[in-house]
Structure formats: structure tokens, C-alpha cells
């Protein structure tokens, strides 16, 4: 008599979906605890399946019509650039930040404009956090009150349905994901199993009726962004809010963008009536100064196709520790720390017995490479005591052999420089063009960057 085996068991992880044969506490795939789920016997093998009638018909993909799908404007002039363009008719567009960063206020203002300037039909909100009079105290204080904005305090996928069946919006906002349950599914809300299905709700309704949505996402203590993996993969556009709590600038990064770039950057401003775009934001990180400041430089970032100014500033001191202190703010600290051990052995400057601090100005995170020379300049005048022009402007990526590399961009960056009143720039060796007007000096290595600076200071 022949002995039927019984298939064994599969698991699958709930945030990367790794499958494996038996159940760990760790996913071997993404590291995540306790996220691996039994799955069921594996199939012995995969059925035939009939052909089906389709839904629409194959077509040259000349004659698909895309008017239907062109990008509408929010009114949220950051936002819109942000997105390419705008807001695309069945797009469903995830915005994740800490709390208190703003994302409620900025959405809120979002559909207000949308109500206020759009013709596409009323704006439907829906809050699982807050109740309907907290948030309509909060649009009195922000002026974001219309009667064509809808409020709904739910937390049941079922019920934010029947409120979009009546309402018939023409955006649809959720605040946020991980409040909302469907009552298809077990386990309670904000849960792995209750975010991949309420996520994948909101995506089916928005395909179905080419109806916009934005979602609020929350994020983990490591800044990624709460629930499954999954969640980045179903939604359309994934933005980033971001900003220092001390200070009132905003930074909205895009992550993914299926209709445009993702690299793009939009400036906000809190204010204490809401929250306004920076079309111009980058005097908010340099602070003016009519002479120059020993351990500071400015450089040019490029956020996306923005380019933004910042400064760099540095802080050298004799330690009175046994192992001298290095802290970083706003830089990357691997890049700080290479930097300041190229300086030690090719520029000949002793900082092994130094404290050493850097940081940017205004809350600014600049983590690319084209700020090397700024903060190679920033801590080599702090630790001889001697002031950068205050009309200069440093570009260009250090090497382990202290060799100064190319940058993109360069043309763009001093332009910009330039229009804010920069005249001196110090870049690498064959950069290209340079606007017309400005004192450019190429440099190859920084030696011949720190004997430059007498010239420049002249």
C-alpha cells in the first residue's frame, strides 16, 4: 500500500514577501521580526486556466487616448511640481512624515485649493484620528474652509466607500492608512494583514472611478515608512515630509513617482496660518554677512532639478579627551570623517588631536558629494583661524588622494550662486562653461584649493 506524503507547510514574509519552508523569527530577506506567515501547502502544480473574455480590447498603443489621464493641478504650486505636474486621474499618491511635521495641515490645504480652484467635483476628507469638529477647527485657523469640502470621521473601509458613493468626490483624502480597518479581513487596524488590504481597496476604488487619492502614512522610530513593504508597491507616487522640529522650512522629497521624477523637492513654510510654499528657498540657508567667518563656506546643492545654496560651517578646538569628539549635523559623518583624515595626511593641517564640529545651516541636509571641498575649506580655515571671501562660492568632490572631482551641473549651480549675489567660486578642473561675469578658479587637488584662497580673499 502505497504511503501519501503530506505536503509540508510554506511561509511568506508579510513585508517583502520572501517565501521560505520553514518558520524563523527573521526574515532572511528584509531582517524584519516576526513577520513570516504560513501560507499552506504548496500546490503540487499550477492548473490550466481558461481563456476569458477581456474587458476592452488590445489596441495600438498610438491609438490609446491619454487625455483621460493627463496630470491635473492641485493648486499647491509645490506640491504640483513635486508630483510633475500634478495630481493624474487614478493616482494614488502615499504621504509619510513624522508626527507633527505637518502632512494633516498640508493636506487639508490640498483640498481646499482643490475645492476652491478645481472643477472636478467636491473634496471628500476622511479622518480616522481625529474627529470631524477637530478638523474643522483646525480649517478655521488655517482658512481652509469651503462648502465644497467634505468631512467624514470614519475608520471602516465599508463606510469611506458609502461616503464616496454619495458624495461623488473629485479627490479623496484618507488620514491616514493605518487607522482604517476593512471588515473583510481579520486583525486590528494599522496591523500588517489590515494595511495591505485597506491599501489595496482604496487602489482597486481609485482605478475603478479614476478618482485621485491621498493617504497618510505613518513612519517607524528609523524614519521608513510604517506597515508592509507592500504598501510602496501598490500606491502610485510615494512622498517623503520632512523638516527639523525647530524650525518652521518644510522639505517634501519624492521616493517614487510613476508619472514624473522622483527626485524632485518642494519647499514649505509653517506658518501661524498654515502652511505656504518657498518657490524661492534658498536665501533661508545662508545667513548674510558683509565680511567672512573663519570655519564657514557655502556651497550649492541640487535637490532634483533645484539648486539650493547652503552653508557649511566647522568648529575646530584642542580636545581635552583622550579620544577627540567628531559630531556631524546635516552632512553625511562617513564623508565628514574621510574628509578630515584626506586633510590630515594631503593637506598637512594636525586635527588628530581636535575636536571637531560640522553642520549646515538652517536644518539643511546636504549629502552629496559636490559639498566635499565646502567642508574640507569650512574645516581647514577653522583650524587656522583664517575667513573664506563671504562672496564665494565652493563646488567639487574630495578623493582619498585629495584629488578634486567633477560635479554635475556646474553651469546651473553658479547661476544660481550668482543671482543671490556670489561673484568668486572655487570648482574642479574642467567644469565646463561658467556664467559670464563670475571669478572662477579650477583647482585640481586641494592644495591648490587652500593656495587659491589668498588670491580670492585679495
Same mark, same amino acid.
Given at each position: ?291 567672512? #567667518? &573663519?570655519?564657514? @563656506?557655502?556651497? +550649492? !546643492? ?6 539650493? =545654496? /547652503? %552653508? $557649511? ?65 569650512? #574645516? &581647514?580655515?577653522? @583650524?587656522?583661524? +583664517? !575667513? ?6 565652493? =563646488? /567639487? %568632490? $574630495? ?60
Amino acid at each position: 500500500m502505497a504511503v501519501t506524503k503530506t505536503p509540508k507547510s510554506s511561509y511568506r514574509c508579510a513585508e517583502c514577501g520572501h517565501g521560505v519552508a520553514k518558520w524563523f523569527g527573521r526574515c532572511p530577506e528584509c531582517q524584519a521580526w516576526g513577520t513570516l506567515e504560513e501560507v499552506g501547502a504548496p500546490r503540487p502544480g499550477l492548473a490550466r486556466v481558461a481563456a476569458g473574455a477581456p474587458s476592452a480590447p488590445a489596441r495600438p498603443i498610438n491609438e490609446v487616448d491619454v487625455e483621460a489621464a493627463r496630470a491635473v493641478r492641485t493648486g499647491v504650486s509645490e506640491l504640483d511640481r513635486v508630483l510633475g505636474g500634478g495630481v493624474v486621474p487614478g493616482a494614488v499618491v502615499l504621504l509619510a512624515g513624522e508626527p507633527g511635521v505637518g502632512k494633516s495641515t498640508l493636506l487639508l490645504e490640498v483640498a481646499h485649493r482643490w475645492a476652491e480652484v478645481v472643477t472636478n467635483g467636491p473634496t471628500l476628507y476622511v479622518t480616522g484620528e481625529e474627529s470631524a469638529g477637530q478638523v474643522r477647527l483646525r480649517a478655521e485657523r488655517t482658512g481652509n474652509v469651503h462648502p465644497e469640502m467634505f468631512l467624514a470621521a470614519e475608520s471602516d473601509l465599508s463606510a469611506v466607500l458609502g461616503h464616496v458613493d454619495a458624495v461623488k468626490p473629485g479627490l479623496l483624502v484618507v488620514d491616514s492608512v493605518q487607522t482604517m480597518a476593512s471588515p473583510a479581513v481579520d486583525g486590528a487596524a494599522g496591523g500588517v494583514t489590515q494595511v495591505r488590504a485597506v491599501t489595496a481597496g482604496l487602489v482597486s476604488l481609485a482605478k475603478e472611478r479614476a478618482l485621485p487619492v491621498l493617504l497618510v502614512g505613518h513612519v517607524t522610530k528609523e524614519g521608513s515608512i510604517a506597515g508592509p513593504r507592500v504598501l510602496e508597491h501598490l500606491v502610485d507616487v510615494v512622498l517623503h515630509f520632512e523638516g527639523d522640529r525647530h524650525s518652521s522650512l518644510r522639505m517634501l522629497r519624492g521616493i517614487k513617482n510613476r508619472f514624473g521624477a522622483a527626485d524632485e523637492v518642494g519647499c514649505f513654510e509653517l506658518v501661524e496660518g498654515g502652511i505656504v510654499g518657498v518657490p524661492d528657498p534658498s536665501g533661508l540657508f545662508l545667513n548674510k554677512r558683509e565680511t567672512g #567667518v &573663519a570655519g564657514t @563656506a557655502v556651497t +550649492v !546643492a541640487v535637490e532634483g532639478k533645484r539648486p539650493l =545654496l /547652503g %552653508e $557649511v560651517q566647522a568648529l575646530v578646538s584642542r580636545s581635552h579627551l583622550g579620544t577627540p569628539r567628531r559630531a556631524v549635523s546635516g552632512l553625511d559623518s562617513a564623508r565628514v570623517s574621510m574628509i578630515i583624515a584626506v586633510l590630515e595626511r594631503r593637506g598637512g593641517i594636525r586635527l588628530g588631536d581636535s575636536d571637531i564640529y560640522t553642520a549646515t545651516v538652517g536644518g539643511m541636509k546636504i549629502p552629496e558629494p559636490a559639498a566635499d571641498l565646502a567642508v574640507a575649506l569650512a #574645516v &581647514a580655515t577653522a @583650524a587656522r583661524d +583664517v !575667513a573664506l571671501p563671504p562672496d564665494l562660492v565652493v =563646488l /567639487g %568632490e $574630495v578623493g582619498l588622494a585629495g584629488e578634486v572631482r567633477r560635479v554635475t551641473g556646474v553651469r546651473t549651480r553658479l547661476a544660481e550662486a550668482m543671482r543671490l549675489g556670489f561673484s568668486k567660486a572655487l570648482v574642479p578642473a574642467d567644469s565646463g562653461d561658467h556664467p559670464p561675469g563670475m571669478q572662477v578658479r579650477e583647482v585640481a587637488d586641494l592644495a591648490t584649493a587652500m593656495n587659491n584662497l589668498a588670491v580670492l580673499r585679495s
